[in-house]
């Protein structure tokens, strides 16, 4: 499987804007399906966006309309660039890879080792 590098977190005001990115070790075209996920202290891991090899895309209802999912297969990297970002928006953020079945996508036990986004109120 391929191994998924992290990057672009930081810290940025409420308002503010990031992009990351998760850089594959290999092809990523064939894939199934790419996602992002976020997970914040004392909560659970959150599906925040996810990309399929269709190029068809799927939010979470918190980040709809603020974050975008995009893949740039000649570079084997998925990017999620937030937009409007909000304190509750802090979390530490993972890439994976996962499979795709009638509109749901179902993450694979393939993680990064995650990049940390702090919005400051």
């Known amino acids: 499987q391929v191994q998924l590098v992290e990057s672009g977190g930081g810290l940025v005001q409420s308002g503010g804007s990031l992009r990351l990115s998760c850089a594959a070790s290999?092809?990523?075209?064939?894939?199934?399906?790419m996602g992002w996920y976020r997970q914040a202290p004392g909560k659970e891991r959150e599906l925040v966006a996810a990309?399929?090899?269709?190029?068809?895309?799927m939010y979470g209802d918190s980040v709809k309309g603020r974050f975008t999912i995009s893949r740039d297969n000649a570079k084997n990297t998925v990017y999620l660039q937030m937009n409007s970002l909000k304190p509750e928006d802090t979390a530490v953020y993972f890439c994976?890879?996962?499979?795709?079945?009638?509109?749901?996508?179902?993450?694979?036990?393939?993680w990064g080792q995650g990049t940390q986004v702090t919005v400051s109120s």
């Open positions: 290999g092809s990523i075209f064939s894939l199934d399906g």
């Open positions: 994976n890879t996962g499979l795709v079945s009638r509109g749901k996508y179902y993450p694979l036990n393939n």
């Open positions: 990309i399929v090899r269709d190029g068809s895309t």
